[in-house]
């Protein structure tokens, strides 16, 4: 089921000079350089949880309907689902009616009756949902801790710039691993 980003957030968890503040700095020469660890920080917290922080939208591909009519996401909150899209054999779009999907956003799963699903008619790619995901809009909208976790994940890489390429870079910090564990997805 590969995901593909159509759409990132609008804002960021915090904004550039929250960030300066925290991380006491007191000139705008590394602006750039805060904002994108701002940027990778947050991404960095979303692949750990397999939650998006704020709202953005994804396509999600299909191959054919699960049996079920259930389809179970890696990524969360489901917010809204946006467009169901069928490929027919010749590789023309029909879309599906919304009204025929029902939306577990808790749970993160899109359902519908098996029966009342088109089959695809290619083999590979022949369906699309277009969803939206995350919290909300506004960075209050974030869980405190996610928030947090992001803050200061920008503040470890800000103050160890030069230690990057070492292969414990991938790690995420001890205190940000706690901060970060209730919010995991588990896959079982």
């Known amino acids: 089921m590969p995901m593909l980003l159509l759409a990132g957030p609008a804002a960021e968890p915090w904004t550039v000079a929250d960030l300066k503040s925290f991380l006491r700095v007191e000139h705008d020469a590394d602006d750039a350089v805060i904002a994108s660890l701002l940027t990778a920080a947050?991404?960095?917290?979303?692949?750990?949880?397999?939650?998006?922080?704020?709202?953005?939208?994804?396509?999600?591909?299909?191959d054919a309907w699960p049996r079920d009519g259930r389809i179970v996401l890696r990524a969360r909150p489901l917010r809204a689902l946006i467009a169901v899209r069928s490929y027919d054999?010749?590789?023309?779009?029909?879309?599906?009616?919304?009204?025929?999907?029902?939306?577990?956003?808790?749970?993160?799963?899109?359902?519908?009756?098996?029966w009342a699903l088109?089959?695809?008619?290619?083999?590979?790619?022949?369906?699309?949902?277009?969803?939206?995901?995350?919290?909300?809009?506004?960075?209050?909208?974030?869980?405190?801790?996610?928030?947090?976790?992001?803050?200061?994940?920008?503040?470890?890489?800000?103050?160890?710039?030069g230690g990057a390429a070492d292969a414990s870079a991938a790690v995420l910090p001890g205190g940000v691993a706690a901060m970060i564990a209730p919010y995991r997805t588990v896959a079982l």
């Open 118 to 161: 088109p089959e695809p008619g290619r083999a590979i790619a022949g369906i699309e949902l277009d969803l939206e995901l995350g919290y909300g809009t506004a960075p209050d909208d974030v869980p405190a801790p996610l928030r947090h976790a992001v803050r200061t994940l920008v503040a470890q890489w800000y103050d160890n710039r």
């Open 42 to 62: 947050r991404a960095q917290i979303e692949a750990a949880t397999g939650k998006m922080l704020l709202a953005q939208r994804w396509r999600l591909v299909l």
């Open 89 to 114: 054999e010749r590789g023309y779009a029909h879309g599906l009616d919304l009204d025929s999907f029902v939306l577990d956003l808790a749970g993160g799963v899109i359902a519908s009756p098996p």
